[in-house]
């Protein structure tokens, strides 16, 4: 009975992000996996290895090439906050597993 209300409220697995944060996961529409790929879509570099990095520009294979950390990590807080049946507070975000959030858009998708 109760996957069933959460099939009806759109909810899918849980998720323990930190002590006493657990979140559901919001089961995938073709609109939300469309919105979240578009977000994602150029993003090379893990949600793990972006934290804290600063824009970097350097020379990739011969070419000039910035990338742009923060952007990265924006863009996946971004896409968390979408899947996220209740989205993430900035506390939350704070405090949250980062092996946990480097899986979680994998298990929506």
Do not use: C, H
């Amino acid at each position: 009975m109760d996957t069933q209300i959460d099939q009806t409220l759109n909810i899918g697995n849980e998720i323990k992000l930190a002590e006493g944060i657990v979140k559901n996961i919001k089961i995938g529409s073709i609109g939300l996996i469309r919105k979240v790929r578009q977000l994602m879509k150029d993003k090379q570099y893990s949600f793990s290895y972006s934290i804290g990095r600063d824009t970097w520009t350097g020379e990739v294979n011969g070419e000039e090439k910035t990338i742009d950390f923060p952007a990265v990590e924006a863009a996946y807080r971004e896409a968390f906050s979408l899947v996220l049946v209740d989205g993430l507070t900035d506390e939350e975000y704070e405090q949250s597993n980062v092996e946990v959030l480097d899986t979680l858009l994998d298990r929506f998708l």
